[in-house]
């Protein structure tokens, strides 16, 4: 058989110089094919280049996605797609003029893709700018959100004070748009896990003379939404209480002091215009005073274990401010107990046989550095709430803490004489907190923290000490 491969190829070459020749005196295809080749040489690789780049940015695997969901980015491929389409179409089907046409249309559509493709870079690049067009988006979906938060993680690392409030003020929004009505304060999981990861980011960052809105601002949201419209209170519910002890831990682990003294505040101002009269003003012992009185000593036993975190953190200059301070005159203390009544009562608490008190502060209370065991951490807790106890009584006895409102002969513990179980209890009771009155160490901090001297403490401990014997004395005539 004769070889007609050869013939075929000068065939071909023939064919393909025509075809070059017809584009090269087309003035459209002049101008479209260098701009087709020149922008799937050059915008392509770019364009795979940017989405890496927005991978190490922000660190999110989110706005790749979103980035590559865009609709201009979709455009700008399928007009790529028929723009090539066009270019081999053109070399290879007759009927030139209907396929310029369809060439011309594509690389009109494929460059005003390209300038609108450039235009969103830009805006990723951003972080300020991409989180005003995801905050000005319509149909703010939780997809949406998530990817809003990881953009304003970004921008918790810049000193933009305008843009990174614009962030906080879509945080109130979220807030209060996910609040339920006539409800304990309940937000969604994922709102709080965005507050304690933004206020980590927080925590970390160096402090400024003129500082961005910080932790006291994020955790006073919180605050300004137990109220409503109407002006009526609302309660903090137990997850909301357990976002504020994770964010207070970070605090202290940052060295946020005056932070956690703002927190403190807003927490006096709140246990007084919803706790401070007590349950008989919502009528005795209705269902709504029940969830009262039990948000009242949630909150109460909330700051006991606060107190013996910042016992065992070591913070004494910032426990003394926190026992010192009042916003009323004569000085109150609410949220620290100054009657020996009181202490007496959470001591014994922390000795209950329920089921859940052998877990209970290690799951509500958790003392973040810690991980050997929900039992050990449980007892571990437990224990330094106790120290922080002996110390409120030790400053009990200095006799410079005295609630106007209590009469100042109730200021001796009355046995229950008839509650044998009560009796029962306190005999375990006894010796545990002897051991820890008489603690050194604890004696010592105690003394630093109240401005105490040898004597003064000496005293103390020794009024102190009265009180136990009293009360060991009654439970013994009794039994």
Not at 295 to 303: D, L, P
Not at 378 to 388: C, L
Not at 414 to 421: K, L
Request: overall charge negative; proline content about 4%.
């Amino acid at each position: 058989m004769p070889d007609v491969s050869g013939n075929n190829i000068e065939s071909f070459e023939v064919f393909l110089d025509l075809k070059i020749t017809d584009m090269a005196e087309n003035p459209i295809t002049d101008i479209c094919v260098p701009l087709i080749i020149g922008i799937f040489g050059f915008a392509l690789p770019m364009l795979i280049g940017i989405v890496q780049h927005i991978d190490k940015k922000y660190r999110s695997t989110r706005l790749i996605q979103l980035f590559v969901a865009e609709k201009w980015l979709r455009v700008f491929a399928c007009s790529l797609i028929a723009s090539l389409v066009a270019l081999f179409a053109y070399l290879f089907i007759l009927c030139p003029d209907a396929l310029t046409i369809f060439m011309l249309l594509s690389c009109m559509l494929l460059v005003y893709s390209v300038c609108r493709v450039f235009y969103l870079v830009y805006i990723y690049q951003v972080p300020a700018s991409l989180q005003q067009r995801l905050l000005k988006s319509p149909g703010m979906t939780a997809e949406k959100r998530q990817v809003w938060l990881e953009v304003f993680y970004a921008l918790l690392e810049r000193d933009n004070h305008e843009e990174i409030q614009k962030g906080f003020d879509a945080l109130v929004k979220w807030s209060k748009d996910t609040l339920k009505e006539n409800t304990p304060q309940t937000y969604p999981q994922e709102l709080y896990e965005a507050f304690i990861t933004i206020h980590e980011k927080l925590c970390g960052r160096p402090r400024r003379v003129i500082p961005i809105p910080g932790g006291t601002c994020l955790l006073r949201i919180f605050f300004d939404n137990t109220k409503d419209g109407n002006g009526n209170s609302r309660l903090l519910s137990p997850e909301t209480l357990r976002t504020f002890w994770i964010c207070l831990h970070q605090q202290l682990d940052y060295n946020r002091d005056e932070w956690f003294m703002d927190y403190w505040r807003h927490a006096h101002q709140y246990y007084d215009e919803r706790f401070a009269c007590g349950t008989l003003c919502d009528g005795g012992k209705t269902k709504e005073a029940q969830e009262i009185e039990k948000a009242q000593k949630e909150f109460e036993e909330f700051h006991l274990a606060l107190g013996g975190l910042l016992l065992y953190k070591q913070k004494y200059n910032l426990l003394q401010q926190v026992t010192n301070y009042s916003s009323s005159v004569p000085a109150r203390y609410p949220l620290v107990p100054e009657i020996s009544g009181e202490l007496i009562a959470s001591f014994i608490d922390l000795f209950s046989n329920a089921p859940e008190g052998h877990i209970k502060y290690a799951l509500k209370y958790p003392f973040l550095n810690r991980n050997s065991g929900m039992a050990d951490d449980n007892a571990f807790i437990n224990s330094w709430i106790q120290r922080y106890l002996v110390f409120l009584f030790y400053r009990h006895f200095t006799h410079q803490y005295h609630n106007p409102n209590v009469d100042a002969n109730a200021g001796h513990f009355r046995v229950p004489v008839e509650d044998e179980a009560w009796k029962s209890i306190w005999r375990n009771v006894s010796p545990v907190l002897r051991e820890r009155m008489n603690a050194a160490e604890l004696q010592a901090v105690s003394a630093q923290i109240l401005r105490l001297s040898d004597e003064a403490m000496a005293k103390i401990k020794e009024d102190f000490q009265s009180e136990l014997d009293s009360i060991d004395e009654e439970v013994g005539k009794s039994a």
